[in-house]
């Protein structure tokens, strides 16, 4: 028997081990986790591992989770980015607990932490400017030196942080510091800031401060406030835990064993892109893609448009799992999710990317005729869709050569037959290039073929696919490719000089009739080619993107 909170279903990790055991002591009785981004980007796949993780914990464990916007910085953050985050938790199948949260709501009550700490001795009003409170730390060789302002007393030191809170000092001028230990080998407890003036508008607050908390300050009140059980971030802030416990363990109404606790795990790092919130920006900003949505880009948004859908990205979240082992995932991984949910999900159907004419010279009538294809050829329930066949069809250029090469060629060739997918064999006889180098091949069907062998017992190989071309309609490709040229462009001194100049291949062809009404972001598999989904950003013509391939080409790629 499974105790109640055990889920068997998923593999154990370290954080499941450290809840299990909080839950079997009674340390705590539910558990509540937060998802804490700062809203200066959109979301990326990286912020999808720590939303599937906090989500995904409260989920099984019929928890809570909040959304909480990490906004103690008023100068780089944006209303637009707070909308798209949220939108983008949901898209990946989450709610929030209650309404979203802003660290913004606590300014109040990180103030009076702030004077808590103030009148016990704990923290100081330091004027030492940047360069002096640099070289004052010390470095990990060297231990560091009491500041001047260390032991002013409490009650000056009241009235100081009062008066900057007032905006009686410039930027830069002080700052609230921790009095903790110059000499800590954890360089993150030698009297770090708490409080630095800012003379911003803050998109919450607007006006109402010019003192704002540092991070280490605010996240650990932030998730006391909410009872957060389980805060838990990345490695880079496993040094800074001590900070993290040392502001509770110093606040009375924090201080208690149910209090929140810290647990790192590694970031995601994916090969051939980049994640730093600087570098997408840069992106972004200097044009070197679209847009934040831009299909190849590593953000939840950009994924969306590009057809991968929720489940893929929850699947690559629970394969790549949760460990304090820093590594790069191989981007075949995440295609790897994204094919096997699509295979099993999305509809078929055909797309000439690179058409070439072919006139079946035998056909008798002058309308094309309805053939009815398997929508999905595993799953019977997505039943049929029509497609027409006729006098005059599209193949792709690839599928066709003058010459064949050899026996084993299985594609069309002069004096060669091809079964065209869900439909006849036909023979090409012979083709014409015209002045402008358009080939047109005309050939002959066995109209004894449809969905049958041939009843001579000749055998026919080769498959390829094929548009009626009175019914199909005209349609844009973007083959996308991976953005970076090298597995680690975060490596580079400048990475927009790894830059996949071919990230992104623009072609014009023909699809089904029926995908003129294709909704957007519906990932279809175009037989023989790959997945493709209707863009959401073109509002003429049809435009699909090629969310992946059928085969991991990476490998061979690189
Ligand atoms: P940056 O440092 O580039 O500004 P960030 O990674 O700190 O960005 P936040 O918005 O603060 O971005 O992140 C919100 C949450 O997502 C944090 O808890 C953070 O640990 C987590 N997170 C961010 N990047 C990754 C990643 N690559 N893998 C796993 N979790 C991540
Ligand atoms: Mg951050």
Same mark, same amino acid.
């Given at each position: 028997?499974?105790?109640?909170?055990?889920?068997?279903?998923?593999?154990?990790?370290?954080?499941?081990?450290?809840?299990?055991?909080?839950?079997?002591?009674?340390?705590?009785?539910t558990?509540?986790?937060?998802?804490?981004?700062?809203?200066?980007?959109?979301?990326?796949?990286?912020h999808?591992?720590?939303?599937?993780?906090?989500?995904?914990l409260?989920?099984?464990?019929?928890?809570?989770?909040?959304?909480r916007?990490?906004?103690?910085?008023p100068?780089?953050?944006?209303?637009?980015?707070?909308?798209?985050?949220?939108?983008?938790?949901?898209?990946?199948?989450?709610?929030w607990?209650?309404?979203?949260?802003?660290?913004?709501?606590?300014?109040?009550?990180?103030?009076?932490?702030?004077?808590?700490?103030?009148?016990?001795?704990?923290a100081?009003?330091?004027?030492?400017?940047?360069?002096e409170?640099?070289?004052?730390?010390?470095?990990?060789?060297?231990p560091?030196?009491?500041? %001047?302002?260390?032991?002013?007393?409490?009650?000056?030191?009241?009235?100081?942080?009062?008066?900057? !809170?007032?905006g009686?000092?410039?930027?830069?001028?002080c700052?609230?510091?921790?009095?903790?230990?110059?000499?800590?080998?954890?360089?993150?407890?030698?009297? %770090?800031?708490l409080?630095?003036?800012?003379?911003?508008?803050?998109?919450?607050?607007?006006?109402?401060?010019?003192?704002y908390?540092?991070?280490?300050?605010?996240?650990?009140?932030?998730?006391?406030?909410?009872?957060i059980t389980?805060?838990?971030?990345?490695?880079?802030?496993?040094?800074?835990?001590?900070?993290?416990?040392?502001?509770?363990?110093?606040?009375a109404?924090?201080?208690?064993?149910?209090?929140?606790?810290?647990?790192?795990?590694?970031?995601?790092?994916?090969?051939?892109? *980049?994640?730093?919130?600087?570098?997408?920006?840069?992106?972004?900003?200097?044009?070197? *893609?679209?847009?934040?949505?831009?299909?190849?880009?590593?953000?939840?948004s950009?994924?969306? !448009?590009?057809?991968?859908?929720?489940?893929?990205?929850?699947?690559?979240?629970?394969?790549?799992?949760?460990?304090? *082992?820093?590594?790069?995932?191989?981007?075949?991984?995440?295609?790897?999710?994204?094919?096997?949910?699509?295979?099993?999900?999305?509809?078929?159907?055909?797309?000439?990317?690179d058409?070439?004419?072919?006139?079946?010279?035998?056909?008798?009538?002058?309308?094309?005729?309805?053939?009815?294809?398997?929508v999905?050829?595993?799953?019977?329930?997505?039943?049929?869709?029509?497609?027409?066949?006729?006098?005059?069809?599209?193949?792709?250029?690839?599928?066709?050569?003058?010459?064949?090469?050899?026996?084993?060629y299985?594609?069309?060739?002069?004096?060669?037959?091809?079964?065209?997918?869900?439909?006849?064999?036909?023979?090409?006889?012979?083709?014409?290039?015209?002045?402008?180098?358009?080939?047109t091949?005309?050939?002959?069907?066995?109209?004894?073929?449809?969905?049958?062998?041939?009843?001579?017992?000749?055998?026919?190989?080769?498959?390829?696919?094929?548009?009626?071309?009175?019914r199909?309609?005209?349609?844009?490709?973007r083959?996308?490719?991976?953005?970076?040229?090298?597995?680690?462009?975060s490596?580079?001194?400048?990475?927009?000089?790894?830059?996949?100049?071919?990230?992104?291949?623009?072609?014009?062809?023909?699809?089904?009739?029926?995908?003129?009404q294709?909704?957007?972001?519906?990932a279809?598999?175009?037989?023989?080619?790959?997945?493709?989904?209707?863009?959401?950003?073109?509002?003429?013509?049809?435009?699909?993107?090629?969310?992946?391939?059928?085969?991991?080409?990476?490998?061979q790629?690189?």
């Open positions: 028997m499974n105790k109640p909170h055990e889920t068997p279903e998923r593999p154990v990790n370290f954080i499941r081990n450290i809840i299990n055991e909080d839950l079997a002591s009674q340390k705590h009785q558990i509540y986790t937060r998802f804490p981004p700062e809203p200066n980007g959109y979301l990326h796949i990286g999808a591992k720590s939303i599937c993780l906090n989500f995904g409260a989920q099984d464990y019929q928890g809570r989770c909040n959304l916007f990490d906004d103690t910085n100068a780089k953050e944006d209303l637009e980015y707070v909308e798209s985050i949220q939108r983008d938790v949901q898209w990946l199948g989450f709610q607990e209650g309404q979203p949260r802003y660290s913004s709501d606590y300014f109040e009550h990180f103030y009076q932490s702030a004077l808590e700490l103030i009148d016990k001795g704990l100081y009003v330091c004027f030492l400017n940047a360069d409170t640099r070289e004052y730390r010390g470095n990990l060789k060297e560091g030196k009491a500041s %001047p302002y260390r032991d002013t007393a409490p009650q000056e030191n009241r009235a100081l942080f009062e008066k900057m !809170r007032a009686a000092f410039k930027e830069g001028e700052v609230l510091k921790a009095k903790i230990d110059m000499a800590s080998s954890f360089m993150c407890l030698r009297d %770090p800031a409080y630095r003036i800012r003379f911003e508008t803050h998109h919450q607050t607007g006006d109402a401060w010019c003192i908390p540092m991070y280490d300050f605010a996240h650990c009140i932030s998730d006391a406030i909410e009872g389980h805060s838990l971030c990345t490695l880079e802030f496993q040094d800074n835990r001590r900070l993290y416990d040392w502001v509770l363990d110093n606040l109404a924090f201080n208690r064993p149910d209090r929140p606790h810290q647990y790192e795990f590694s970031r995601l790092n994916l090969e051939y892109t *980049v994640m730093s919130k600087r570098k997408l920006h840069q992106l972004v900003n200097e044009r070197l *893609v679209e847009g934040w949505d831009d299909p190849r880009m590593p953000t939840i950009g994924m969306r !448009r590009r057809g991968y859908t929720p489940a893929a990205l929850r699947d690559f979240a629970e394969r790549i799992g949760i460990s304090k *082992v820093d590594s790069m995932t191989e981007m075949g991984i995440l295609e790897a999710a994204i094919r096997d949910d699509l295979n099993r999900v999305a509809p078929r159907t055909m797309g000439v990317i058409p070439i004419k072919l006139v079946i010279e035998n056909y008798p009538n002058p309308e094309p005729e309805v053939i009815f294809a398997p999905h050829p595993q799953n019977e329930a997505m039943g049929k869709r029509e497609i027409f066949f006729g006098r005059e069809l599209y193949i792709d250029r690839a599928d066709f050569l003058e010459v064949a090469p050899d026996n084993k299985q594609r069309l060739a002069i004096g060669k037959e091809a079964r065209l997918r869900n439909a006849y064999i036909i023979k090409a006889e012979r083709c014409e290039t015209d002045d402008q180098g358009r080939i091949v005309y050939g002959s069907y066995d109209a004894a073929t449809l969905g049958k062998n041939p009843a001579d017992g000749r055998k026919v190989k080769g498959v390829i696919h094929f548009v009626e071309a009175s199909a309609q005209a349609a844009e490709f083959l996308y490719d991976r953005l970076f040229c090298v597995p680690n462009p490596k580079e001194a400048d990475f927009a000089q790894v830059l996949n100049p071919n990230s992104l291949q623009v072609k014009h062809g023909f699809v089904e009739p029926a995908l003129a294709a909704p957007v972001e519906q279809y598999q175009f037989e023989r080619e790959g997945y493709f989904c209707r863009d959401s950003r073109t509002t003429d013509g049809l435009v699909f993107n090629r969310t992946v391939t059928l085969k991991d080409t990476w490998q790629s690189v």
